[in-house]
Every structure is written in C-alpha cells, then in structure tokens.
C-alpha cells in the first residue's frame, strides 16, 4: 500500500533539510536500508536510507527544494499503485495532522481536494504551501483559518498564525505561549516549539506543556512535530536594513543550543594565566624529532583528559529528566570536543577517549573530523556528546575570552593567544615568559567554583611542567 | 447576627457614628426632612436635630466645598451627595481641595470628610442618571475610596470612613440599597484598603467591588456548575488597592478576569488588570480579562441597558476565554 | 445699592482725642504701617528673586493691596478668627503674622519653607495662626471659607441654637471670583444657615488681563449681596483704617446677628496679574495715578500730620523690614531642597493599609 514518505531528523538538532540529490528515481525499485537521497541537514550533507523495499512512485520534494522534518518528500509503494489521493492529502494537509485538522474543521472542502498542479510542477510542498498568514492583521484567534480558505483552500493551516497584526513568527521561532506555560516549561525541559498550543492562536497554554511532559514528547532534543509553513515574509523591514537573512540550518541550531546553554545553564567563569614556555618548547622539540606538526589544540587537549580525570567531577553532564527531576551524569572516558570555524558557522568535532590516547592520535582524528566537517560529511556521533570543550582564539590574537559551555559538558575551555609578557619572578626580579590565558567557563548546576578552580590549577600545573602529565 | 438590608446598614453606621462623635454632621439634599433621597438617613433628624442632620439647596459645588472647610476646622462632615451623577458639579472642591489640602500645606491639615451616595446605573434612568465614576475618584491621591458591596461591608467600611481622618469617597449603588444580608449585631469596623475573598476557588478568578460582586459570585455559581472553580475576590477599596490580595488570586489561579462597571477606558479595572499582569506575569495562563460597562453613554431602552452593562453571562463567557474552554 | 438699604459703617475718621488716628494709638498705628511695609518690602524682594529664577511657576505679587490684607486682617482676632484667601496670597500671609522666613523659603520651594517644599507661592497655609490658605483655583476657597464659619457656627450651637458661632472666618478674592458658581452658592449657604463669614472682593480692577467693566452686570460688586440678604459694603481699598473698620463691623455683624457681610474693598495692583503678565492691557499712567495713592504712604503722611511717626522712625522701620527681607532670602537659600523620600509625605493623614 502506498505510502507517504517522511523527511527525518537525520542529525540530533536537524528541524529542516534541503534536498541534495535522490540516487533513486521514480519508478525505481529500492531496498531497506538503501540510500534513497541525501539531505543537507544543519551540520552536515547526510543519507536517507530506505526504511523499507518498496518502489518510489513520486518524489515530492525536487532536489533543492526543503522539508522540515515530517513532511512528505516522496510517495513509495508497490509498482503501478494509485497513490492520487496521498498527494491531494500531503498537500492539503502538509502540515501535518494538527493542521490539517483545522484546515478540515475550516474548510471542508480543502481536505481531498489534490492539488496536482502544484506537485506537478515539481516544487515541494512546504514551499508551495508557504501561503500568507491566514487572515492577516484582521484574523481573530478563534478561527484563523477561515478567513482564507476559502481564496486558498490548499493553504494549510498554520499552527501559530499571526494573530492581531503581529509579525509573523518563523516556525523555527518560539510559537505563542502564555507566561505561565514558559514557566512551566522552564521546569519540565519542555522543549515549547515541540509543543502544539492548544489556545487561541495556537498559543502554548499550561496544559499543554504538562501534557508535553507527561508523555515525554517534547524534551530538548526531541523530533520536531508536524510542521508548520513558514510564514510570508510580510514582516517589513526597516529602511536601513540592507539584508535579512533567515536563520535556519546551521545558524538557527547554534543559536538555539547556545542560547539555551547560556540561558539555562548558569555559567561562571575562572581565568588563570600559565607560562606555556615549557609546552612549547616540547613541542617543538617532538615536532622537529616525528618531522610532522602536531597542534597546539591536541597538547591541550590532552592535558585537560589528564586534568579531567584526576578531577571527575567537571567530567559531567547536567541532565533534565522529562518528569521535571533531573541527575548529573558522570562519565569514566574523557571526550574532548574542539570547536572549529568553518565558513557556514561553528562545529564541534570530538576527540574520543583522550585520557587513553597519545597527542598524535588526538591530533589525528581532529584532522580527519575536521576534514569531514569542511566536506559537510561531519555525522551527528562525531560532533555530539562531549563533556568538555575546547576554544582557542589565539590565532586571532585574542588574549582572553569567555566561552559558552556547549552541551551536554558542563564546562568549557577558552584559550587565548601565547604572548611573550614580562613578570616577576620569585626572587622579585622582572623576567620574560610564554603567557596564556586559559578562561574555564562550568556550569553552576554541576561544578562549584573550587572544584573548577582545582580543576584549573591542575591544567596550570600540566601545561608548566607538561612532564607531570606521566605522574 | 442579623439580617439587615444594605440600606439599613448604612443607617445603622451612620446613626452610631453621630451618636459617638458630636462633631460628625450629615449634609446632603434631602437627608433631614424628607429622611433621605433612598431613605439611608432614615430617622436620624428626628434623633440629632437640623444641626446635625442638614437639608442643603440643590447646590453640590457649594456644599461639597463647606464640608471641606468644616473638616479643615475639625468637624468631620459625612456628605450626602444625591448620586455620583451630580458630584461631578462638586469635582473641583473634592480633586483640589479635599484631596490636595494636606499635601499642600506641607502635612498642616488633616481633611476627615467622608463623601458618599448611590454610584453606578440603576434602572431606566438613562445617561446622566447611570454612570459608574470609581474611576474619577480613584484617579486621585489623596482620596480613599470605598465600595461597599454587601450590608455587612457597607456598615463596616461605612464607620471606618467616618473615623479616618482623610477623605473618603463612598461608593454606594441605588440597585444594592434593598439587597439583604447579614451583618453582626457587635460594632465592628471594615478596613479600609483590605480586599475580602468572597469566595475561594482555583480555576480562574474574578475580581472585582461594589454591586457587580452580586453578578460576579452568580457567575461563579454558572461556572461552578460546569466544573470550574472560579474564585471571587472582592477589592471593598479601590483607593488603595489591596494589592497584595490582587497578587495572591492571580498567582493562584493564573487566570483572571476583572469586572468594573465603569467605562473600560482609563478605569479601576483596566488599572487592577495591569497589576495583576505585572505581578502575576509568570503566573499567567491567559490575558486578563476585563468586563467592563460598555463604553456608550447609558441608553434609556431595558434592553440596551442591560447590554451596556456586565451581565452573568460576560462574566462566564471571560471565564471561559480565559480558561481557552468554548462558550 | 446695598449701602442704601443696609446702615453703612462710618467713614474712616480721625479718632477721637490727641495721638489716635482711626480710634488706633500709635504704637497700633506703627503696627499696622509695619505689617504693610514688611508686605511691600517682602513682594519686591519677591519679585527680584523671581527674576533670579529663585522662585518658579505663578507667583503673584500683593504690592499696591497691602491696605486691604492689613487692615482687614488688624480686626480679627486670629485666636477664633479663621482668613482664607486665593492665589494673591503673600500679604495675607504676612498680615495674619506668619513667619516671612517660612515664606520665602516656600516660594524657593525649600524643605524649610511653610509648606516643606510642597505648596509654593499659592499655597501658603500656618494652622497655628488660623491661616488656611491660599487657593490656586480661582473662588475655590469661598466655599471652603463657607464652611469653616459653618463649623464655628456648628460649636457655638452646640449649646443651643441662637448661641453665638466661635469666630468668625474672612474670606478673601479678587473681582475675578465673583462671577464663579462657587461664591454665588456660598453667599446663599452662608446666609441660609446665618454663618460667621466676612467677604471680602479685593477689586484691584483687573481680572488677569481682563477689566471687571468687560464682565460684570454690576459696576457695585458689594451690590451683589443684596441678592443673597446680606450686607453689601464698599469701602476705600487705600486706606487700611477704612478697610479696618469696616471689616470690625462685619465681624460684630456676624458673631452677633449671624449676617454674612460683603465688602468690595477697591484697590490695585501694581505689579501684573502674575510674574509672566507682560500688563499690556493698562497703561503706566493709570499704574502711576495709583502710586500716588499709595495706602502706605497715605497711611504714614496722615501719622505724620498727627505727630504719629517721625522720619527717624519710618526710615528705621523700612531698615527694619529690609534687613528681616534679607533675612528671610537667606534663610530661604540656606534652606535644604526637600528629601527625595518627602515625595510621598503627607498625602494622606493616616496611613494606608497596604
């Protein structure tokens, strides 16, 4: 029996792809597991793989075109199936059951009704469905869909429509919720764009979200529900604004976990200068004696696994229970993760196990994930998951900085340039020596400030005698 | 205990009050000799005299602006205005003077003067006669303003608003002067500025004083028959506001609707909304909801009137936005 | 006319036997010509700490009506006596002996002034010398006047009806006030209920920048009481022994028979309505005709016909207001600007609940 076929979150944070290329046409017999086509996510270039044997009768998302996670992209089935009535359903209803709920109780002429012509032009969906906000500035809470449907009766509905001449919110965007609800949110890790609002507007009320966290459906992290159609670009811009670009891919996943690292992790930070004199001087030495060049960040990275582990706490993870409770999650193996600046934004490769592995190798599976971030093929398993975190501005020149704890680790490590400064010396006497600042950012919930402190000290100590590192 | 209406009550106090204290006066039109438009000062010429008990001209500019003068010199005039309507005449003596007085001086002179009389529509009285003006007091430091919604409050904030040595609006309605309840045959005293929860619930509240309160707890009975616990808040004062209770029914319920029937716009109401938005914020599960008068000079025609005004079934039917049910 | 139908007082006349002017001895005399100087010295000053931006907003000066203030107030007795007067205020003020210090200092809006700060120029009160303000709000005090006579009336009676009222209140306001709806009900309560009240209409010809002969029905302001059964009076607003004698009358009137009593007490202005008034609707003719009637010197020509006052005496007593002028400008800047936390003193008597 034919079926829809569903774009997926093929990364963790992924809430839209963008069709990259099908590597099976329509009429096309596949198996499970089979790579159908690959999707641009937000980190990454990655597979969609068959979850079954089936034949693809119709692909419905073209390459280039986007599907946020839950829209259709293809119809598969058995050769020759009639399969009509599923496009008419997915196009009227592309916004999944919510809406086309409301979209049926509004219009009950728009739920069958194919919209062939759009699918046959090949554009996807969810941009053909891209109708203005229903109703506009005049639309009431109550019925917000009415108003349109019937000039636009394949406009699905949306979800959050701007109500009361408001700007209207993008998907990706916080949707309605009353104070209450972000309350209520706050305390049971409910993710709010994952939760449908059941008031005017589609407004987030208090009972959706304890119904969010009963059933478990919206915790940070979760899949996206059934989208919404990006609003129109009605909002206007001001007249000095020469671009606006929207945030999504990449971007919108930084903002959005950065944001709610520093918004609910609360951080605080310790700085400590060390003389790196000696850690540069060994490495020099070692790169000169291999003939290859081991960086600065896999030093580094090394000596915090060997600071991590003499320290286990920071070695940990905040963790918010569904049921509003939430542990601390200690881990045994040290993974390191180093943020790096690619053109379309940040990522965060993991050195696994560094505690066990030598410098070289760390330095060595850097390079490899490094080059797999830049050729787009990072996976989600080799960016995610660390418990600490390094960031290194040197290279610009930067002295000191704060950084952002990049979940789920519950501190993070920014390191400033090594510059010749001078100093006093014990026996009062000015010298010269190798300065950097290491600034550790830790999350409050997990680490108090002398235990990051002595975790600090420790590094110090491993960074000015790199030979205490074997003790 | 007894069972006394609201109209008796408040002849009660005022019978008590210029019993205890020979400089309290009674002055109005037609509170000796014809004991009172709505008969509030039934019998009390008969009891103290024309000199405690005086018949003005129809004059309310003039006698609002002696009452002042005779409490600057330490008397403590209850003034009877016939109804709010016509106190309008007196606003210069009540905003300028009365309220201002002290403030002026530098804190030299006390004004203990109480105001009182009929506020709010009633029946078939058209514009000038039907119009609830809470907000024309409550708008003005310097005034307290009281609004007395059942006998028992009535009697109570009645005294209390004699004995305080600032002036005090007294908001009473014609509709509420026969409406009965029981009030405690020991002399007590009601607050001023403390609100009374006349009803406790947890599903949604309604705040609200004076004669609405009779609506609002009927609407709360509706509700409750549908399996809403809705909470009734009485504010008694609106100047000052309680606002700590305001807070309290807010944050507890996370959905509040207000009920003043005066005009929506710039009135106690839309002002106890903003404080319950400001303090209750987090707490909110809904905008505030506010049912006001409707914002029409009164219509003479039954219906018309009664559409102007809050009515059981606004108060559900905000209840129920508020609570996102369908009406 | 009302002094037609009503016996009118009799006019100002040199008293009865050697060193007495207006049945006044001299150091009576030398009290009143003090009280009217201290008044004159004390609004020039005003008006030079005005143009100093010591003193903001409305300040209206009393320079050129000192007879009426000094005169009228010299026939109280401020014991039972009550004076409430409009925005027109300082001299009152002064004449009923309030401190000049606290004045000035209110005029600078200084937390020592009479009304810490609070009140300004209009609104100068001292409950302990029965003075109960200056009014900003034209004709607004006549009512409140009304009913502080209403409460002496209501203790006398305390004793029995027919029993005489505690003191009597006057009530000072300029020819502005009188076609307001406030002196029209007063006069009629006032009357009705046989108050202790004393009119007093200051008819210092301008209304702001209006004649009185623009607005008026009646040239005779005092005739105006005649529609209300009460005494109507007019009387020389130069001539603080005329002013003085006439309000004595009044007063006796109203404690004995419980007649209210209007006198419209003709005077003038010499300075504007207000600082602001550039008094482009007079001219300095008619301001000059006045000046030559000027009811201080009148005052102190006639003492010294009458062997009253010396030049020796009149120079030390203008040295006297002066310096107690200079006095109270230092005071007054010396004074410390109000406490942020004053803000919200004395709005109410008794505290709020919450």
């Known amino acids: 029996m034919a079926e829809r076929l569903l774009m997926m979150a093929l990364s963790p944070t992924m809430e839209e792809g963008v069709l990259a290329r099908w590597r099976v046409a329509e009429g096309e017999a596949f198996k499970a597991g089979q790579a159908l086509c690959e999707v641009e996510t937000d980190k990454a270039t990655m597979d969609y793989e068959a979850p079954k044997a089936a034949v693809l009768l119709k692909i419905v998302a073209a390459v280039g075109a986007k599907a946020r996670v839950g829209e259709p992209i293809a119809v598969i089935g058995a050769a020759g199936e009639d399969y009509s009535a599923l496009l008419g359903k997915e196009t009227g209803g592309s916004a999944g059951e919510n809406a086309a709920h409301a979209a049926s109780t509004a219009s009950p002429a728009s739920g069958a009704r194919p919209s062939s012509g759009t699918v046959a032009s090949g554009r996807p969906a969810a941009v053909s469905a891209a109708a203005p906000p229903p109703g506009g500035a005049d639309a009431r809470p109550a019925a917000p869909v009415s108003a349109s449907a019937p000039t636009a009766p394949v406009a699905p509905a949306v979800p959050y429509p701007a109500a009361g001449g408001h700007v209207p919110v993008a998907p990706a965007a916080l949707p309605p919720s009353s104070p209450l609800a972000r309350a209520r949110a706050l305390k049971h890790a409910v993710d709010l764009r994952l939760v449908r609002g059941s008031g005017p507007g589609g407004r987030v009320v208090e009972r959706d979200v304890l119904e969010a966290a009963r059933s478990g459906t919206a915790r940070f992290g979760a899949p996206p529900p059934l989208p919404a159609a990006p609003g129109s670009a009605a909002a206007g811009s001001g007249p000095l604004v020469d671009e606006e670009r929207a945030v999504a891919g990449k971007r919108a996943v930084i903002a959005r976990r950065l944001s709610e690292s520093f918004f609910t992790a609360p951080h605080f930070y310790l700085k400590r200068t060390v003389d790196v004199g000696r850690l540069l001087a060994a490495r020099a030495a070692l790169n000169a004696a291999r003939g290859e060049k081991l960086s600065l960040n896999a030093y580094l990275a090394k000596l915090s696994a060997v600071a991590l582990s003499r320290h286990p706490a920071l070695n940990a993870g905040w963790k918010q229970k569904p049921d509003g409770s939430a542990v601390v999650e200690y881990r045994a193996r040290v993974d390191v993760a180093l943020a790096v600046a690619l053109p379309d934004g940040l990522?965060?490769?993991?050195?696994?196990?560094?505690?066990?592995?030598?410098?070289?190798?760390?330095?060595?599976?850097?390079?490899?994930?490094?080059?797999?971030?830049?050729?787009?093929?990072?996976?989600?398993?080799?960016?995610?998951?660390?418990?600490?975190?390094?960031?290194?501005?040197?290279?610009?020149?930067?002295?000191?900085?704060?950084?952002?704890?990049?979940?789920?680790?519950?501190?993070?490590?920014?390191?400033?340039?090594?510059?010749?400064?001078?100093?006093?010396?014990?026996?009062?006497?000015?010298?010269?020596?190798?300065?950097?600042?290491?600034?550790?950012?830790?999350?409050?919930?997990?680490?108090?400030g002398a235990v990051g402190a002595a975790f600090l000290a420790e590094l110090a100590a491993l960074i000015e005698e790199p030979l205490a590192a074997l003790l | 205990m007894s069972v006394i209406t609201y109209r008796e009550a408040l002849n009660r106090a005022l019978d008590e009050e210029l019993e205890r204290d020979g400089s309290v006066f009674l002055m109005g039109e037609e509170v000796a000799e014809y004991d009172g438009a709505y008969k509030v000062s039934k019998g009390l010429l008969a009891k103290y005299g024309a000199r405690r008990v005086v018949d003005t001209p129809i004059t309310e500019l003039g006698f609002t602006g002696l009452g002042v003068g005779a409490a600057m010199a330490g008397l403590r005039p209850v003034i009877e205005w016939m109804t709010h309507n016509f106190a309008l005449l007196a606003l210069d003596q009540v905003i300028n003077e009365a309220a201002k007085m002290r403030s002026m001086s530098g804190g030299q002179f006390k004004v203990p003067i109480v105001f009182r009389g009929p506020n709010g529509p009633a029946e078939y009285l058209a514009a000038q006669h039907s119009q609830a003006l809470a907000s024309y007091w409550a708008h003005v430091p310097g005034l307290k303003v009281v609004a007395p919604a059942t006998p028992a409050d009535a009697y109570g904030l009645l005294k209390s608003a004699i004995r305080d040595d600032d002036p005090v609006v007294v908001l009473e309605a014609e509709m509420a002067y026969s409406w009965k309840g029981e009030v405690p045959d020991e002399e007590y005293l009601t607050p001023i500025g403390k609100a009374d929860l006349k009803r406790p619930g947890?599903?949604?509240?309604?705040i609200t004083f004076g004669k609405p309160l009779k609506i609002a707890l009927e609407a709360a009975e509706a509700l409750a028959a549908e399996g809403v616990s809705a909470e009734v808040l009485d504010l008694r004062t609106v100047r000052p506001l309680d606002e700590a209770a305001i807070r309290e029914t807010a944050r507890k319920t996370g959905r509040v609707v207000v009920v003043d029937e005066s005009w929506p716009v710039a009135s106690v109401g839309s002002h106890v909304a903003h404080l319950a938005a400001r303090d209750a914020f987090d707490r909110l599960d809904a905008p505030v909801e506010l049912v006001s008068g409707e914002d029409v000079p009164m219509p003479y025609n039954h219906g018309l009137e009664l559409a102007a005004q809050p009515s059981v079934a606004k108060i559900v039917a905000a209840a129920h936005r508020a609570l996102y049910k369908e009406s | 006319m009302a002094d037609k139908t009503y016996p009118k007082p009799s006019a100002p006349a040199p008293g009865a036997g050697p060193g007495r002017l207006g049945g006044l001895d001299k150091a009576e005399l030398l009290d009143l010509l003090r009280r009217m100087q201290l008044i004159r010295s004390f609004e020039e000053r005003a008006g030079q700490m005005y143009g100093l931006r010591k003193i903001g907003g409305f300040c209206h000066l009393y320079n050129g009506q000192e007879a009426v203030g000094v005169g009228a107030v010299s026939a109280l007795d401020l014991e039972a006596d009550y004076v409430l007067t409009g925005y027109r205020d300082h001299g009152h003020a002064l004449a009923c002996g309030m401190d000049p210090k606290a004045i000035m200092a209110?005029?600078?809006?200084?937390?020592?002034?009479?009304?810490?700060?609070?009140?300004?120029?209009?609104?100068?009160?001292?409950?302990?010398?029965?003075?109960?303000?200056?009014?900003?709000?034209?004709?607004?005090?006549?009512?409140?006047?009304?009913?502080?006579?209403?409460?002496?009336?209501?203790?006398?009676?305390?004793?029995?009806?027919?029993?005489?009222?505690?003191?009597?209140?006057?009530?000072?306001?300029?020819?502005?006030?009188?076609?307001?709806?406030?002196f029209h009900e007063s006069l009629n309560l006032a009357r009705i209920w046989k108050l202790p009240a004393v009119y007093v209409v200051e008819n210092n010809q301008w209304g702001m920048g209006t004649s009185w002969k623009r607005v008026s029905s009646l040239e005779e302001f005092h005739r105006m009481a005649d529609g209300y059964g009460m005494v109507g009076v007019d009387v020389d607003g130069m001539d603080v022994l005329a002013v003085r004698e006439v309000v004595a009358a009044a007063r006796a009137r109203a404690l004995d028979e419980g007649i209210p009593t209007l006198i419209e007490a003709e005077t003038y202005r010499y300075k504007g309505h207000s600082m602001s008034d550039p008094q482009k609707y007079r001219s300095r003719e008619e301001v000059d005709e006045y000046r030559s009637r000027d009811p201080i010197l009148v005052l102190k020509d006639r003492m010294a016909a009458a062997g009253l006052v010396t030049e020796t005496e009149w120079e030390a007593m203008v040295k006297e207001t002066d310096a107690l002028v200079d006095e109270s400008v230092a005071f007054a800047e010396a004074g410390p600007e109000p406490a942020p936390g004053a803000l919200y003193e004395d709005v109410y008597a008794t505290e709020l609940a919450l």
Do not use: W
């Open chain 3, 106 to 182: 209110e005029l600078f809006g200084k937390a020592n002034g009479s009304s810490r700060g609070k009140g300004g120029s209009m609104h100068l009160f001292d409950a302990s010398r029965h003075f109960l303000g200056g009014n900003g709000i034209v004709g607004a005090q006549i009512p409140v006047a009304t009913g502080v006579a209403f409460a002496q009336a209501y203790r006398g009676r305390a004793s029995g009806e027919g029993a005489k009222p505690t003191g009597a209140t006057l009530c000072f306001f300029g020819d502005g006030a009188i076609h307001q709806g406030a």
């Open chain 2, 202 to 206: 947890s599903d949604v509240s309604i």
């Open chain 1, 347 to 448: 990522v965060t490769p993991v050195a696994r196990d560094c505690g066990r592995k030598g410098v070289a190798a760390i330095d060595a599976e850097y390079a490899a994930l490094i080059s797999k971030a830049r050729a787009g093929s990072l996976l989600p398993e080799e960016y995610s998951g660390a418990t600490f975190t390094i960031s290194n501005l040197g290279s610009f020149g930067v002295e000191e900085f704060t950084a952002i704890i990049n979940p789920p680790g519950s501190a993070i490590l920014a390191v400033g340039a090594a510059r010749k400064e001078p100093f006093v010396k014990d026996d009062g006497t000015l010298g010269v020596r190798d300065a950097m600042t290491l600034t550790l950012g830790c999350d409050h919930r997990v680490v108090d």
